[in-house]
């Protein structure tokens, strides 16, 4: 389906505040021309910001603005476990079950956080502080077991030490992560992810490969070892244009 | 070598160690197809593009780590594959892709529709392992779902290949349906705000239908594409087991696109229709009313013995055949030697061996001109046109228009008025960028779809932008242009004239599409006042000699005088100036004043009507003469491009064809029609010589200055929505549920001046009566107002008496409540 260009000036039936269409606005005009379909995410996470979750208001918000149907804004938005579908928590904790983090305790600390929170997977506690959920692999193997509090890192939690990051949160305490930007409430970061960057000075942390991450490299440079024929300088071929 | 040459654009692969040359990009799937091969597939479609959802065509190709999907990857030189005929790894990825396919799927085939005619079923037994791994509980789901009122989807069954959301993305353009959810708990569904924690309406509400409509007038294709038993046919579900139906062939008889079909019948009763295919014509695709909408053949109302009407009582009784005819050609014989004469009405709905039947009847049996197929609003203009431009002309055809370096559309709405030519054109657009322009008073969803630019156009002012618009000029100037012009177009003094003109001037090609599926066979049949069979006009003393040779005739039984058109006849018939009329399938509704119509069926002294249900016409006949359905009769039907589509009766019954009693009739008149069977009316339409007479000239009518509403005031758009009150959707009430609502359609300015927005109630009205509906505000053209022309609460023809281009007012309802405020009843005929 084609986007008119009239559509932006369309009122929705939606209230949004005029910040959050101004936002949409500037969002779509990121894209190039006949692409606006892919301001989709970002749009997304906008309407989650305002919200908490990705309201069937914020459904069609984006259906409006992007000249889409509802239909595949749903299909996007129900695909990526960051688009929440009910109303979450200022703190989104997400413990990593997957293999190496399970074995090394991530499994303990996600049944104790569970009876101490009295809430399952997806679910937010009653005072609307703490949304928990079991994650997928969350790319941290090498400071397993982690868990993360809106995606930011805690390296090599176990149960106990999760039982009081949640404790300070419900505390209304922002525990420091063990790696990059300091915490901040859920809407604020989707804010963030639909590309309007924390204004504050320590809003985005970056920093050097930690300690662990580099274990691998040093054995391998100790020992010698690497990837035969491989040369770093290899140019990255373009894909191919895509056909219409 | 199974190839015969290799120009550069092909290479040269093994499969299955035959070696074979194809065109650079094809899919390994293709190829090997070729080849006979058959690699098992569920996602994989020619039509759509590949996805690779399913996995099962995996294959085995040399050098590569893993089996690939022969679905999605294109051939290479030199490249060799396996496929599970050959190769030990790739029948086992095949075997271990259908196992996971299988784990949630409930193998419930005993009482799935789909059991028999499975994709599924077929490959599990071709491909799959006798035994699972599986030990745990499957997925299940509460079954089954409305997509639609009449997609019904068994979620557990679904195997994710997305062939029914690529459709109705790619194909349609109607994404209403798609993927939910993600990993195991994904789904194909309709928007439902409950997903997103909106209140879930009651069980068995209407919002069991979800949030957001499937609003698609092609959604009965994914039922037939889907691969599994997972969507189904709320009208086909639990009817019929596959291998208990004899299949059919058959030509859809509901509009001008032609599409072949397959009718599945049991026990002499219809079951369900689907998709011929057919590349020519409709590829692999059908519209639903095509689908859907054969219910009306068993309708209460079916006529099934003759009937006359009796002396005493005033009132129809059933006669024999032997009576009904002798009364018939009596009262015809009659009012023919009389000075009113008869008139014929035909229809646009008959078969072209039927149209030609009526033809030669009137022209013989009645000696008569005055005979019209035209079943609508209509001019001298438009039947001008039909003879000069259209009649005994091929083509356009489909391919033409999907080739076409532009193409420019009047007077017709394509995806209303003739869905296929819609799809057509649509592939065009998505695989070509195809130029579509329209001159249409506003940017339908069709439209959009095709991505046209709308030339904004009020009714009636079509012919000012034909003759004087330099950019359709320019796109029609182009190699290859096509205008297609609609039958509305007719309605708009001057436009088909323009349209001639511009065709002749830009050298562009010119197709008319009409809506109804007789309409170019009655044509090229002669159902016109001024018009013979083979396009001869009835005042060419060449045209009328080579048919009196034709037919065996004297000199001077063909009338050289042309006749009266529908109009003219039925005012005949109002004033007395008739003596009888004979009718087909017509419905009064359709014509621009329904009400004066059948003021004047019933002011006819004699009128004699062909049916095959109890219709206006049938109700106030003096003889009724039950007729054969199209699914009981053979026939032909001639698309808008000209092309003959010849059937067989799909239902062995006793139900005479048009053409079969038309020639009892004539005998009983003296005239000598053989008309009897459908055989040697064919025989005798190809033994009729080529004409050399002159064609009738192009109408030269100049365009007329469009109306000018005064203040309160609009002028009318209207045309019929593809799903709507139809007589040949009677009864198929899945269907009718997929209607777009009625709605009344009108501009910004109009809707500010008004002081109304969308969802307000708003009268249209004229002298005849008015029409109240919630209004949709669009971009139209200023002072413009839209209706659909025959759905429920806006039945424009009986309500309004009113055609396209005429003023109505228009005026903001208090304080009614749009339900209850449609105070024009319903007309229960609806029709044709």
């Given at each position: 389906m084609s986007v008119s260009q009239g559509e932006l000036s369309k009122q929705t039936s939606i209230e949004f505040s005029e910040q959050t269409r101004d936002r949409a606005r500037e969002i779509i005009a990121r894209y190039p021309a006949g692409r606006e379909r892919s301001a989709l995410l970002p749009l997304l996470h906008l309407v989650q910001a305002e919200y908490g979750h990705v309201s069937p208001a914020g459904i069609e918000f984006c259906a409006e603005l992007l000249g889409l149907t509802r239909a595949q804004v749903a299909g996007v938005a129900s695909f990526y476990t960051m688009f929440k579908r009910r109303p979450a928590g200022d703190w989104l904790v997400s413990v990593c079950t997957n293999?190496?983090?399970?074995?090394?305790?991530?499994?303990?600390?996600?049944?104790?956080?569970?009876?101490?929170?009295?809430?399952?997977?997806?679910?937010t506690t009653p005072d609307g502080t703490i949304t928990l959920e079991h994650a997928e692999c969350l790319a941290a193997c090498d400071y397993a077991p982690v868990l993360t509090v809106n995606y930011e890192f805690f390296d090599r939690v176990q149960a106990e030490q999760a039982v009081e990051i949640v404790d300070q949160l419900q505390e209304g305490k922002r525990p420091v992560p063990d790696r990059g930007a300091r915490l901040c409430p859920l809407p604020e970061l989707s804010l963030q992810l639909a590309g309007f960057a924390d204004p504050r000075p320590e809003g985005i942390a970056d920093g050097p490969a930690g300690e662990p991450t580099l274990a691998g490299a040093r054995l391998a440079q100790r020992h010698g070892i690497a990837v035969a024929g491989f040369d770093p300088e290899t140019p990255i071929k373009p894909k191919e244009e895509d056909s219409r | 070598m199974t190839a015969l040459d290799t120009p550069t654009d092909e290479v040269t692969l093994t499969i299955d160690g035959v070696e074979v040359t194809a065109p650079k990009g094809a899919l390994i799937i293709r190829v090997a197809e070729k080849l006979g091969i058959e690699i098992p597939?569920?996602?994989?479609?020619?039509?759509?593009?590949?996805?690779?959802?399913?996995?099962?065509?995996?294959?085995?190709?040399?050098?590569?780590?893993?089996?690939?999907?022969?679905?999605?990857t294109p051939i290479a030189d030199g490249m060799v594959v396996r496929t599970h005929l050959t190769s030990e790894v790739a029948r086992k990825a095949q075997q271990g892709i259908m196992e996971f396919l299988l784990i949630n799927h409930p193998l419930d085939c005993p009482v799935c529709d789909k059991g028999g005619e499975c994709p599924l079923q077929n490959q599990a037994m071709s491909t799959g392992a006798a035994e699972s791994r599986f030990q745990d509980v499957k997925r299940t789901y509460p079954k089954p779902i409305n997509l639609s009122t009449q997609v019904l989807l068994d979620r557990e069954r679904c195997v994710q290949c997305a062939r029914c959301t690529r459709f109705s993305e790619e194909i349609a353009g109607d994404p209403f349906i798609e993927l939910m959810d993600r990993t195991s708990d994904e789904q194909v569904n309709v928007y439902r705000e409950e997903m997103f924690g909106g209140e879930p309406g009651p069980a068995g509400s209407h919002s069991d239908l979800g949030s957001e409509p499937l609003r698609s007038y092609f959604s009965g294709n994914t039922i037939q594409i889907c691969p599994v038993g997972a969507l189904t046919s709320a009208q086909y579900r639990f009817r019929s087991r596959p291998f208990d139906l004899v299949s059919t062939p058959s030509v859809c008889e509901h509009c001008a696109a032609g599409c072949a079909q397959r009718t599945d019948h049991r026990r002499g009763k219809?079951?369900?229709?689907?998709?011929?295919?057919?590349?020519?014509?409709?590829?692999?695709?059908?519209?639903?009313?095509?689908?859907?909408g054969?219910?009306?053949?068993?309708?209460?109302?079916?006529?099934?013995?003759?009937?006359?009407?009796?002396?005493?009582?005033?009132?129809?009784?059933?006669?024999?055949?032997?009576?009904?005819?002798?009364?018939?050609?009596?009262?015809?014989?009659?009012?023919?030697?009389?000075?009113?004469?008869?008139?014929?009405?035909?229809?646009?709905?008959?078969?072209?061996?039927?149209a030609y039947a009526y033809s030669k009847f009137a022209r013989i049996a009645l000696r008569t001109n005055d005979v019209d197929f035209r079943a609508r609003p209509l001019s001298t203009e438009e039947a001008d046109f039909l003879a000069a431009a259209v009649a005994g002309r091929q083509g356009p055809t489909y391919a033409e228009v999907e080739q076409a370096s532009a193409v420019v559309l009047a007077g017709l709405e394509p995806e209303e008025e003739c869905p296929i030519l819609f799809l057509r054109m649509r592939k065009a657009y998505r695989k070509r960028a195809l130029a579509v322009h329209a001159l249409a008073p506003f940017r339908t969803t069709g439209y959009e779809k095709l991505g046209a630019t709308v030339l904004p156009c009020a009714p009636g002012s079509e012919a000012t932008l034909l003759a004087g618009d330099a950019s359709l000029a320019a796109a029609l100037s182009q190699p290859g242009a096509v205008l297609v012009v609609g039958e509305r177009l007719g309605g708009a003094p001057g436009g088909l004239s323009a349209a001639v003109a511009l065709a002749e001037r830009t050298g562009a090609r010119l197709a008319w599409v009409p809506r109804r599926a007789g309409e170019r066979g009655a044509l090229e049949a002669g159902c016109l006042p001024h018009l013979l069979p083979g396009g001869r006009p009835v005042t060419e003393p060449r045209a009328r000699a080579e048919l009196a040779g034709a037919w065996g005739l004297e000199a001077g039984v063909l009338d050289s005088r042309p006749g009266r058109d529908t109009g003219a006849i039925l005012a005949a018939a109002t004033a007395g100036d008739l003596g009888a009329l004979v009718v087909a399938g017509v419905d009064p509704a359709d014509l621009s004043d329904a009400r004066a119509a059948e003021q004047a069926l019933d002011a006819v002294p004699f009128l004699v009507s062909l049916e095959l249900r109890n219709s206006a016409v049938a109700r106030r006949a003096d003889v009724v003469l039950p007729v054969a359905p199209t699914v009981e009769k053979a026939g032909s039907f001639l698309t808008w491009?000209?092309?003959?589509?010849?059937?067989?009766?799909?239902?062995?019954?006793?139900?005479?064809?048009?053409?079969?009693?038309?020639?009892?009739?004539?005998?009983?008149?003296?005239?000598?029609?053989?008309?009897?069977?459908?055989?040697?009316?064919?025989?005798?339409?190809?033994?009729?010589?080529?004409?050399?007479?002159?064609r009738h000239p192009p109408p030269q009518v100049a365009p007329a200055p469009p109306p000018v509403p005064a203040d309160g005031q609009a002028v009318l758009a209207t045309w019929h929505q593809l799903v709507d009150l139809g007589t040949l959707q009677d009864g198929d009430d899945e269907l009718?549920?997929?209607?777009?609502?009625?709605?009344?359609?009108?501009?910004?300015?109009?809707?500010?001046?008004?002081?109304?927005?969308?969802?307000?109630?708003?009268?249209?009205?004229?002298?005849?009566g008015a029409?109240?509906?919630?209004?949709?505000?669009?971009?139209?053209?200023?002072?413009?107002?839209?209706?659909?022309?025959?759905?429920?609460?806006?039945?424009?023809?009986?309500?309004?008496?009113?055609?396209?281009?005429?003023?109505?007012?228009?005026?903001?309802?208090?304080?009614?409540?749009?339900?209850?405020s449609v105070?024009?009843?319903v007309s229960p005929g609806g029709s044709r």
């Amino acid at each position: 389906m084609s986007v008119s260009q009239g559509e932006l000036s369309k009122q929705t039936s939606i209230e949004f505040s005029e910040q959050t269409r101004d936002r949409a606005r500037e969002i779509i005009a990121r894209y190039p021309a006949g692409r606006e379909r892919s301001a989709l995410l970002p749009l997304l996470h906008l309407v989650q910001a305002e919200y908490g979750h990705v309201s069937p208001a914020g459904i069609e918000f984006c259906a409006e603005l992007l000249g889409l149907t509802r239909a595949q804004v749903a299909g996007v938005a129900s695909f990526y476990t960051m688009f929440k579908r009910r109303p979450a928590g200022d703190w989104l904790v997400s413990v990593c079950t997957n293999t190496m983090c399970g074995v090394l305790g991530g499994d303990r600390t996600f049944e104790t956080l569970r009876e101490h929170l009295g809430v399952g997977h997806d679910e937010t506690t009653p005072d609307g502080t703490i949304t928990l959920e079991h994650a997928e692999c969350l790319a941290a193997c090498d400071y397993a077991p982690v868990l993360t509090v809106n995606y930011e890192f805690f390296d090599r939690v176990q149960a106990e030490q999760a039982v009081e990051i949640v404790d300070q949160l419900q505390e209304g305490k922002r525990p420091v992560p063990d790696r990059g930007a300091r915490l901040c409430p859920l809407p604020e970061l989707s804010l963030q992810l639909a590309g309007f960057a924390d204004p504050r000075p320590e809003g985005i942390a970056d920093g050097p490969a930690g300690e662990p991450t580099l274990a691998g490299a040093r054995l391998a440079q100790r020992h010698g070892i690497a990837v035969a024929g491989f040369d770093p300088e290899t140019p990255i071929k373009p894909k191919e244009e895509d056909s219409r | 070598m199974t190839a015969l040459d290799t120009p550069t654009d092909e290479v040269t692969l093994t499969i299955d160690g035959v070696e074979v040359t194809a065109p650079k990009g094809a899919l390994i799937i293709r190829v090997a197809e070729k080849l006979g091969i058959e690699i098992p597939r569920f996602c994989d479609h020619p039509l759509l593009a590949p996805v690779g959802a399913c996995r099962q065509c995996l294959v085995d190709v040399e050098g590569q780590r893993k089996p690939i999907t022969s679905c999605t990857t294109p051939i290479a030189d030199g490249m060799v594959v396996r496929t599970h005929l050959t190769s030990e790894v790739a029948r086992k990825a095949q075997q271990g892709i259908m196992e996971f396919l299988l784990i949630n799927h409930p193998l419930d085939c005993p009482v799935c529709d789909k059991g028999g005619e499975c994709p599924l079923q077929n490959q599990a037994m071709s491909t799959g392992a006798a035994e699972s791994r599986f030990q745990d509980v499957k997925r299940t789901y509460p079954k089954p779902i409305n997509l639609s009122t009449q997609v019904l989807l068994d979620r557990e069954r679904c195997v994710q290949c997305a062939r029914c959301t690529r459709f109705s993305e790619e194909i349609a353009g109607d994404p209403f349906i798609e993927l939910m959810d993600r990993t195991s708990d994904e789904q194909v569904n309709v928007y439902r705000e409950e997903m997103f924690g909106g209140e879930p309406g009651p069980a068995g509400s209407h919002s069991d239908l979800g949030s957001e409509p499937l609003r698609s007038y092609f959604s009965g294709n994914t039922i037939q594409i889907c691969p599994v038993g997972a969507l189904t046919s709320a009208q086909y579900r639990f009817r019929s087991r596959p291998f208990d139906l004899v299949s059919t062939p058959s030509v859809c008889e509901h509009c001008a696109a032609g599409c072949a079909q397959r009718t599945d019948h049991r026990r002499g009763k219809v079951m369900r229709r689907l998709a011929g295919d057919d590349p020519a014509v409709n590829e692999e695709w059908d519209c639903d009313k095509g689908r859907f909408g054969f219910r009306y053949v068993t309708a209460f109302d079916r006529i099934t013995e003759p009937m006359v009407r009796d002396p005493q009582t005033g009132a129809l009784r059933a006669a024999a055949w032997s009576e009904a005819l002798a009364v018939a050609a009596e009262g015809l014989r009659r009012a023919r030697d009389s000075s009113g004469g008869v008139g014929v009405l035909t229809g646009g709905r008959l078969t072209v061996e039927d149209a030609y039947a009526y033809s030669k009847f009137a022209r013989i049996a009645l000696r008569t001109n005055d005979v019209d197929f035209r079943a609508r609003p209509l001019s001298t203009e438009e039947a001008d046109f039909l003879a000069a431009a259209v009649a005994g002309r091929q083509g356009p055809t489909y391919a033409e228009v999907e080739q076409a370096s532009a193409v420019v559309l009047a007077g017709l709405e394509p995806e209303e008025e003739c869905p296929i030519l819609f799809l057509r054109m649509r592939k065009a657009y998505r695989k070509r960028a195809l130029a579509v322009h329209a001159l249409a008073p506003f940017r339908t969803t069709g439209y959009e779809k095709l991505g046209a630019t709308v030339l904004p156009c009020a009714p009636g002012s079509e012919a000012t932008l034909l003759a004087g618009d330099a950019s359709l000029a320019a796109a029609l100037s182009q190699p290859g242009a096509v205008l297609v012009v609609g039958e509305r177009l007719g309605g708009a003094p001057g436009g088909l004239s323009a349209a001639v003109a511009l065709a002749e001037r830009t050298g562009a090609r010119l197709a008319w599409v009409p809506r109804r599926a007789g309409e170019r066979g009655a044509l090229e049949a002669g159902c016109l006042p001024h018009l013979l069979p083979g396009g001869r006009p009835v005042t060419e003393p060449r045209a009328r000699a080579e048919l009196a040779g034709a037919w065996g005739l004297e000199a001077g039984v063909l009338d050289s005088r042309p006749g009266r058109d529908t109009g003219a006849i039925l005012a005949a018939a109002t004033a007395g100036d008739l003596g009888a009329l004979v009718v087909a399938g017509v419905d009064p509704a359709d014509l621009s004043d329904a009400r004066a119509a059948e003021q004047a069926l019933d002011a006819v002294p004699f009128l004699v009507s062909l049916e095959l249900r109890n219709s206006a016409v049938a109700r106030r006949a003096d003889v009724v003469l039950p007729v054969a359905p199209t699914v009981e009769k053979a026939g032909s039907f001639l698309t808008w491009e000209g092309r003959l589509r010849p059937f067989e009766a799909v239902l062995a019954t006793g139900a005479m064809t048009d053409a079969r009693i038309l020639d009892a009739l004539a005998s009983q008149l003296g005239v000598q029609l053989n008309t009897r069977d459908v055989p040697a009316v064919r025989a005798e339409l190809a033994a009729l010589p080529a004409t050399d007479s002159p064609r009738h000239p192009p109408p030269q009518v100049a365009p007329a200055p469009p109306p000018v509403p005064a203040d309160g005031q609009a002028v009318l758009a209207t045309w019929h929505q593809l799903v709507d009150l139809g007589t040949l959707q009677d009864g198929d009430d899945e269907l009718a549920g997929t209607a777009r609502p009625s709605v009344v359609r009108l501009g910004k300015e109009l809707a500010t001046r008004l002081g109304v927005g969308d969802g307000d109630p708003v009268t249209v009205g004229t002298g005849t009566g008015a029409l109240t509906l919630p209004v949709e505000v669009v971009d139209m053209v200023d002072a413009v107002v839209w209706l659909p022309t025959n759905s429920p609460g806006a039945t424009v023809r009986r309500s309004l008496g009113a055609a396209a281009g005429a003023l109505v007012s228009v005026s903001v309802s208090v304080s009614v409540p749009v339900s209850a405020s449609v105070f024009v009843s319903v007309s229960p005929g609806g029709s044709r």
